[in-house]
């Protein structure tokens, strides 16, 4: 089935510091891959996302690179703020429209960035 | 504005008192499902719907109900809660699911408590 991992957290950088957080996945075909953020006490936003291979995601300074030959979309931020502590997830959703998986989101376990000025 | 929307955001109950948590969205999306939140695991899906009286289960179906009598609604049903289901629960809505970078819409969260 299935599978999205993400760097171990959590993650502690100081204001300005450049960010990676690592994300790779296992799927059949081509997948849709996202990013998701959860700043505390509210849902899930989406932040950026790419739907075929070489695709750049980007969105408040985040960009993710979809790499279908090493199975990877690692989020990077040049210069992260002390508003970017959150939890962001990795995930992704098949391709295909029908099936028991029908539009299910498969998410990496979640990265906590806690940012200090 | 576009939501989606629950209730109740919090809630502690005993084991075995049926519970129903409420979703709704404004936004006359065909797709709804519901996610569960646990630490270490991310969010894995419960349940979810293609459209009015379309539902099918997701990975964690177990202990579970839910219905889409209409649109705009998706409500979860725990018949006999038990501790286990102690959790972070998302609803979530898309236009199609189907389309390549569609964006599933969250609401802003149920911690459940079961004792």
């Known amino acids: 089935g299935n599978s999205v991992t993400q760097m171990e957290g959590p993650v502690t950088l100081s204001e300005e510091a450049f960010l990676t957080i690592n994300c790779t996945y296992t799927a059949t075909g081509y997948p849709s891959l996202f990013w998701y953020v959860q700043y505390p006490g509210e849902g899930l936003q989406l932040l950026l996302k790419?739907?075929?291979?070489?695709d750049k995601g980007s969105n408040k300074g985040f960009e993710a690179t979809y790499r279908k030959e090493t199975t990877s979309f690692h989020l990077e931020k040049g210069s992260v703020q002390v508003s970017d502590s959150a939890v962001y997830f990795c995930?992704?959703?098949?391709?295909?429209?029908?099936?028991?998986?029908?539009?299910?989101?498969?998410f990496g376990q979640g990265t906590i960035l806690t940012v200090h000025p | 504005e576009a939501q989606v929307t629950q209730n109740p955001r919090y809630l502690i109950t005993v084991t075995g008192k049926k519970l129903t948590v409420t979703c709704s969205q404004n936004?006359?999306?065909?797709?709804m499902s519901w996610y569960r939140q646990d630490p270490g695991l991310g969010l894995r899906q419960i349940y979810y719907?293609?459209?009015?009286?379309?539902?099918d289960k997701g990975d964690v179906p177990e202990g579970y109900k839910v219905s889409r009598k209409e649109k705009r609604n998706f409500p979860l049903i725990l018949e006999s809660p038990s501790p286990n289901q102690t959790s972070l629960y998302f609803c979530a809505s898309s236009f199609s699911p189907g389309l390549a970078g569609d964006e599933q819409f969250f609401g802003p969260g149920t911690r459940l408590t079961v004792l």
């Open positions: 995930a992704l959703r098949e391709a295909h429209a029908g099936g028991t998986s029908y539009g299910k989101l498969t």
């Open positions: 719907s293609m459209n009015v009286e379309v539902t």
């Open positions: 790419a739907t075929k291979a070489d």
């Open positions: 936004m006359n999306h065909e797709y």
